[in-house]
Every structure is written in structure tokens, then in C-alpha cells.
């Protein structure tokens, strides 16, 4: 019996549908299928009910899933007790978004570690999803997730299902960011209107929980601009912007020292309306280590700086 398996039988549990588990756990759908079907034959039981309307558990899959929980979780136990015993070593470990004061807030951070404690800490800059997904499924404590206010509703019910304590770290508006050399650079105050001719950098991998990718995209990235470029990194980003004065991003306020480095400019926009949110997430049961508090202190120093 493969431990993992278990695992997917719990999420498919969870979810009541494989599709959906299959996204959370980043698992195609027919390698799911296909282990339950293995733990289903090495049990001899018959986990799941599968219908049009979806799939239920059987009296035995109700006692497995039951049972697995709590292997599993004994399991998650003995691992960082024998981690904490064998390495002496405290562990920071977050996903965080694509923004400049929270990286700020990192490297301020760095610059606090103890010469005398051990440590190993882990910064990762990605979405949304996978932020909460590297704390529900992989080794991550923290998260920050970045949202549309007007998508409050979506997210909060995700992080609740998930088991995940939420607390609102600020909110703001994006501003432009462009190249010194850009024309829009001239413009004190910049339109929307202005923007059309010219090539908009993007988050290449947005999300929102329970809204489809063609309806985030039309609320997202209006059609009104006619070029974009993706792209993950955010170091990337500002090279791109730096180097073609025909590109913009729409990001939160970036540090003078940043915009100097890559010879950056940052505009408010007046007509742009959409206010965002930055919650700090974190598993319900677990209990913030003085590593974490020592960032979330540098954090919210770093917030009160660039973004009031």
C-alpha cells in the first residue's frame, strides 16, 4: 500500500471530485484515478461510489479515509519530530507574491538572523494557488496571497476549507511602472486611456478560486491592450521594462532604491479603481515560531514604508 495513495483518497474525499483534487494536488486526472484504482485492488475494497453526479464514499471508504487521516497525520508528526532532533535547526519557510515590499521585507529579515542559531529558511514567489497549495500539501508554514478585493468572497471560503487562518496585511491600489525613458514617464498623472498603445507586462499565472481563467482574464487583461508580454520572474519583469520603453506593469508601490537600479518610474492612475488584497495565511493548528514573527515584524515595517 503506497502512502501517497492514501493521500490522493483523502483529497478526492475532501473535494467529492477528482477533478477538482487533481488541481489542488497539481496531479493529472488519470494518474489519480489510476492510484485509487491500485489502492482499491490492494485493499480489495471499493472506495468510491462514481455516478454522473459525481462520486461518494462507500461505508469502507468512509472508514479508510477515516483511518488515513490519522496515519497521516501521525506521520507529518514523526517526521518533524525526528527533522527538529536530527538537524538542531529552526526553519522559516513562505510563498509570498511577486511585490517589491514584501522582498524588501525579506532581505531586511535576512540581515536579522542570529549568528548563533542554526537555521534554514525558504522564500518562494509565486501565485495564489500555489502559495496555499505549498502549505496545504508541501512543507511551507506561511503564505501570503495577493487577490482583487472583489474576489474577498472566493478566497476567504477557500482559505476555510482548507483550514487556514487568514489575516489582512494591507490593501492598495497597483500603480504604473514603466521605463525613465518611457513617454508615459512624462505624464504626471496617467490614464488608462493612455495605455493602449502600449505592451503591458503580466503575472503570467493569475487565479482566482471558483471563477474560469476566460473570466479573470476579461476582468484582468482587458482587451483594450492589444500586446502583452508573461512572465514569472519578477526580476525578469523589471528587465523587460527597463530595457523597452514601450512596456508597463501594473504592480504595487516598488522601493526608490529598486526604481533607481533599473532606472524605473512609478505613476498612480487615477481611473484605475481595483483595490488589492494581501493576506498572510497559515495552518490553523500551527503556532507562529519566533522566525516567522521576527518577518512578519520586518514586514510590516516594510508595508507602513512603501505603501502607507
Known amino acids: 500500500m503506497n502512502i501517497q495513495h492514501l493521500k490522493y483518497a483523502v483529497e478526492i474525499a475532501k473535494y467529492g471530485s477528482i477533478s477538482k483534487a487533481s488541481e489542488a494536488l497539481y496531479v493529472a486526472q488519470p494518474n489519480l484515478s489510476r492510484a485509487i484504482k491500485e489502492l482499491e485492488r490492494d485493499l480489495g475494497i471499493v472506495i468510491f461510489d462514481r455516478s454522473a453526479k459525481g462520486i461518494v464514499l462507500t461505508p469502507d471508504g468512509e472508514l479508510l479515509v477515516q483511518q488515513a487521516k490519522s496515519v497521516l497525520r501521525h506521520i507529518d508528526e514523526i517526521e518533524d519530530m525526528f527533522h527538529e532532533n536530527k538537524s538542531g535547526k529552526s526553519v522559516f519557510s513562505i510563498s509570498v507574491p511577486r511585490a517589491s515590499y514584501v522582498s524588501y521585507a525579506f532581505a531586511q529579515f535576512s540581515k536579522s538572523l542570529s549568528k548563533e542559531e542554526q537555521c534554514e529558511v525558504y522564500y518562494k514567489e509565486t501565485n495564489a494557488l500555489r502559495a496555499v497549495n505549498n502549505i496545504v500539501h508541501a512543507d511551507y508554514k506561511l503564505g501570503i496571497v495577493r487577490y482583487n478585493a472583489r474576489y474577498d468572497k472566493y478566497f476567504k471560503e477557500m482559505f476555510e476549507q482548507k483550514g487556514l487562518v487568514y489575516e489582512l496585511l494591507t490593501e492598495f491600489s497597483y500603480v504604473l511602472l514603466m521605463s525613465a525613458d518611457s513617454p508615459l514617464a512624462e505624464l504626471d498623472v496617467p490614464h488608462v486611456s493612455d495605455l493602449t498603445d502600449y505592451i503591458e507586462v503580466a503575472h503570467a499565472d493569475p487565479y482566482v478560486p ?63 479603481t481595483k483595490v488589492y488584497k494581501d493576506m498572510l495565511v497559515y495552518p490553523q493548528d500551527y503556532v507562529l515560531s519566533a522566525l516567522d514573527r521576527q518577518f512578519i515584524t520586518e514586514l510590516m515595517i516594510s508595508k507602513r514604508k512603501f505603501l502607507g
Open 210 to 272: 471558483s471563477v474560469s481563467m476566460a473570466e479573470l482574464k476579461k476582468d484582468e487583461l482587458p482587451e483594450t491592450i492589444k500586446r502583452r508580454i508573461f512572465v514569472y520572474e519578477r526580476a525578469s519583469q523589471f528587465d523587460v521594462l527597463a530595457a523597452n520603453p514601450d512596456t508597463f506593469m501594473w504592480v504595487s508601490p516598488v522601493p526608490q532604491e529598486t526604481l533607481d537600479r533599473y532606472r524605473l518610474v512609478q505613476r498612480k492612475c487615477t481611473d484605475n
